[in-house]
């Protein structure tokens, strides 16, 4: 190979750096999710392609990365596809397996699949890389984590008020205080839609209304008009072109507004009772807010709707989100299984922590220690050393090769090891180490247990 | 969809306990990683074709997972290997990308690509799952996890009894006491070679010595000449049918039996080197031993060769093994870059774990306590200790629905969750929780201080 090996567009290689930041994150999320009840599942990485193709739209099926068969695939290729050079239509018949898109649909399947050995509510969390064919751009990628923690089973509305909770714990955790986390219910934008008479203009309606920061009240008015959606009707939601307040004070703005409709109420009352229970209850850093123009995935949801924005003065899309699904598993056919979970964009946070330089410095920290090797007797000395400190557990090293001091030394700083440990003829004979702080230049003649103490 | 949905043959859904048993594992291999000096890396699932394309041999070609191209594939595809319906040959034009087959190839990719950001010798490790379109068998998967660590940039063999001292440490700390390290070096195979005149039948020889124990040297011998292996050059090499005694015996053996192959007296040197060290240095509990059979893709190691046999009694294949190579990463145009490396074989790891029963019971423990939910406002002030009791690092939960407490004490049970917590008006008014010990059913009354004691 002549060229410069490279990794498919959109795919990205981690060195140790990227690794230990990325697991400081995974790690207060997995923390977390345990702390709240969740347990880990795993699904393989590859699902049978009629459990994932149907599931996210003609968008998601196109972008669903499919393996092909092994072995002769040609010989069960559907001859009519093949002839008319049908790319689509062949696909089913030389490919049985594509790469998992999201971690939802095989939690639904996986559920289904093992329903007799769960035990229900079953709150389960999941950390698993997906895949999909999107076009990358700046932050979207072709292969990704997602963190996914859903409670299957129960209708409990205790389950949202503790999700707003987990969000809180993690982002305060991280040292990411101020997070926004935003809260909506799809029954409050089927009332509006009721309301407004025009359930097909839905989402126009909340696209619109969500740029209200930028382009006023008349800037979004006018965009509703062109639309197609009546003036009287806007005029019958007028107070969201006005929608402050405190929380209590929204849903009570909001209770007024969707009186007229049956499920507009009843999506007022479930935020009423989360909203009211996370206040009083208390977040440690985060901030709750009810927006109504939220609709993330419209037809997905069927109760709360969350969001996550980092905080203020972070210029970041949303870095989790989540709701309440009530028919989960009813596409691999058990009904009656209600849903709700959230997702942290680790991408994103990644980015976000890393901005405001919230990685503590011990993530990155490499062996304590460098051993300078002066050569095979010396460097037996060293390792009798070394296996001790690691058994003690401290992380160090012997510099392999009986290489030029300077090139050791540079070793050592480049890797940012802070000390090294010198034994020579004269160590040797006094049973001794000599240890040099790389940072101050320090060097002190010290025996085993300073050495030990000196470096845990 | 009518039938239960399934995932594909040698692909694993992994329930709960069995990913905290895996994380158990890999995490005291992570541990022990790190505190050599070896740093974490990750690359892509999927990598170019020709990254991986003819690294593993024809069989390996075959058996790497290939990922159709999304959009219309067939309008790139070669017209002439469409038309003669040569699957094989077709693949290069409608698949540019694969999936990861091991992490070896990946890594040397990644060396030569990085090669101006890496600071040599550069020690990795590595953690990722391998897809290998393999007749699925018992314990043989087509998706499994690899864990590797490997040192490039530098011939010293001190990395060699480093490694050897790894696998000790890693198992020992599994509680795997007594698994027997073998060690050999291709140069004494090449040696053999070399005195016996065939190394043509090498593989031949080490395959029909190999099977000593089984069927006596009567039955070896038998089966060389077979092989076409000449009797004189069996008499050459009688000393390895009686191969027996202490490390340092073995290789004075080997020291005089290929006294006359300059490449198989520099492998005695190596190993005696390595050896000699390992035993000065100590092992905690691991066997180390000579084994001229080992020979592990032959073609591949240049200088030692690791294989790690479970403790004595446990019927399984090996559960780790490595050596060096002196050109890893030529394939992608960087000369003299030798590299040496060992892996750990997860999934037979843990199947010799579960057998000896040494998870430690802690590994799969889900939440310390049930909060009992007896309504709204019982749960809610439930939730106030549950919120505290997280902060303060305890795993507890509330049943989310006010159900039957039959039905709310069978999930505890179920869960094997030690405790339940019962908090209804007489708790409220004084201000306290009943803990009950889901064990020996004892019910104590106790106030949160007492609560997060013993449950912490």
Redesign the interface.
């Known amino acids: 190979?002549?060229s410069?090996?490279?990794?498919?567009k959109g795919?990205?290689?981690?060195?140790?750096a990227e690794?230990?930041k990325r697991?400081y994150i995974i790690q207060i999320i997995k923390d977390n999710f345990?702390?709240?009840?969740f347990?880990?599942?795993?699904?393989?990485?590859?699902?049978?392609s009629?459990?994932l193709m149907g599931k996210y739209g003609e968008e998601g099926d196109?972008?669903i990365?499919?393996?092909?068969n092994?072995?002769?695939?040609?010989?069960k290729a559907n001859a009519a596809h093949?002839e008319s050079?049908?790319?689509?239509k062949?696909?089913a018949s030389?490919?049985?397996?594509a790469?998992r898109y999201d971690l939802t649909v095989p939690f639904a399947?996986?559920v289904?699949?093992?329903q007799n050995?769960i035990?229900f509510?079953f709150?389960?969390y999941q950390i698993q890389?997906v895949?999909r064919?999107d076009r990358p751009q700046k932050g979207r990628f072709r292969?990704f984590f997602q963190c996914d923690a859903d409670?299957v089973g129960?209708?409990?509305l205790?389950?949202e008020?503790?999700l707003v909770?987990l969000y809180d714990?993690v982002f305060t955790t991280l040292g990411l205080e101020g997070v926004t986390v935003k809260i909506n219910n799809r029954k409050i934008l089927s009332g509006i839609a009721e309301v407004i008479g025009a359930s097909d203009k839905l989402i126009d309606f909340t696209v619109a209304l969500d740029k209200l920061d930028k382009i006023g009240e008349d800037g979004v008015k006018k965009e509703m008009i062109e639309k197609g959606i009546a003036e009287e009707a806007i005029a019958k939601v007028q107070p969201l072109f006005n929608f402050t307040g405190s929380i209590s004070e929204k849903i009570e703005k909001l209770s007024q507004l969707l009186s007229a409709s049956e499920e507009g109420i009843k999506g007022v009352e479930e935020l009423r009772f989360i909203c009211d229970?996370v206040m009083?209850?208390?977040l440690s850093s985060a901030i709750l807010d009810l927006d109504v123009t939220l609709a993330r995935g419209l037809n997905y949801y069927t109760g709360a709707i969350f969001e996550v924005a980092p905080p203020k003065g972070v210029a970041m899309g949303s870095i989790g989100g989540g709701g309440r699904y009530d028919d989960l598993t009813g596409?691999?056919?058990l009904k009656n299984m209600s849903g709700v979970g959230i997702s942290f964009g680790l991408d994103r946070i990644y980015l976000v922590v890393e901005e405001l330089n919230l990685f503590p410095e011990t993530v990155t920290a490499?062996?304590k220690a460098l051993f300078i090797?002066y050569g095979d007797k010396e460097?037996?000395y060293a390792?009798?050393a070394i296996?001790d400190l690691?058994?003690a557990?401290?992380?160090?090293?012997?510099y392999?090769?009986n290489a030029k001091l300077a090139k050791q030394f540079q070793?050592a700083d480049?890797?940012h090891i802070p000390f090294a440990v010198i034994a020579g003829d004269k160590e040797m004979e006094s049973n001794t180490y000599s240890l040099k702080n790389l940072v101050t230049g320090e060097q002190l003649s010290v025996d085993f247990e300073t050495l030990k103490n000196s470096l845990s």
């Open positions: 190979m002549a410069k090996p490279s990794i498919p795919t990205r290689d981690f060195s140790p690794v230990a697991q345990e702390k709240f009840g347990q880990p599942i795993e699904t393989p990485s590859f699902e049978n009629e459990t196109r972008l990365f499919k393996i092909l092994s072995g002769d695939y040609l010989a093949l050079k049908d790319s689509t062949l696909t030389i490919s049985e397996k790469l399947r996986y289904v699949q093992h050995d035990e509510p709150k389960r890389p895949w064919a292969e409670v129960s209708k409990s205790w389950q008020v503790e909770q714990t229970k009083n209850l208390g596409i691999f056919g490499t062996s090797n460097a037996f390792m009798k296996k690691r058994a557990g401290i992380k160090v090293e012997l392999p090769d070793h480049r890797r």
